[in-house]
């Protein structure tokens, strides 16, 4: 059982950056691939970056490719998400997960264990 506690999210301006945390519970953070998923009111969730579970493969969603970088402290039980050049577009809430099918990451919604309750992050224009 792992449990995700996601933090960081705020009101931020356009063209701000912010860093998204996700902590995780249990002595296995390690064999776990993690991903960033979003969801923005009325719309269905998104994915937004996966992270393989040693940290050497990562892979965004065109959307934030080249300005979101995804890291890993396995000894700190934690999983991050840098967003820079933020626009309104990325508001929504961002959701972590914890997947132990697929080692090196996904994008699919479905092959993620384990969910954080989320943390909002709204982008004035």
């Known amino acids: 059982q792992v449990q995700l506690v996601e933090s960081g999210g705020g009101l931020v301006q356009a063209g701000g950056s912010l860093r998204l945390s996700c902590a995780a519970s249990g002595r296995t953070f390690g064999s776990y691939a993690m991903g960033w998923f979003r969801q923005a009111p009325g719309k269905e969730r998104e994915f937004v970056a996966t992270i393989s579970w040693r940290g050497g493969d990562t892979y965004y969603a065109d959307s934030v490719k080249g300005r979101s970088t995804i890291s890993r402290d396995n000894a700190k039980n934690t999983v991050y998400l840098q967003i820079n050049s933020l626009k309104p577009e990325d508001t929504a809430v961002y959701h972590c997960?914890?997947?132990?099918?697929?080692?090196?990451?996904?994008?699919?919604?479905?092959?993620?264990?384990?969910w954080g309750q989320g943390t909002q992050l709204t982008v004035s224009s």
């Open positions: 997960a914890a997947s132990s099918r697929v080692p090196g990451g996904s994008s699919i919604w479905r092959s993620y264990d384990y």
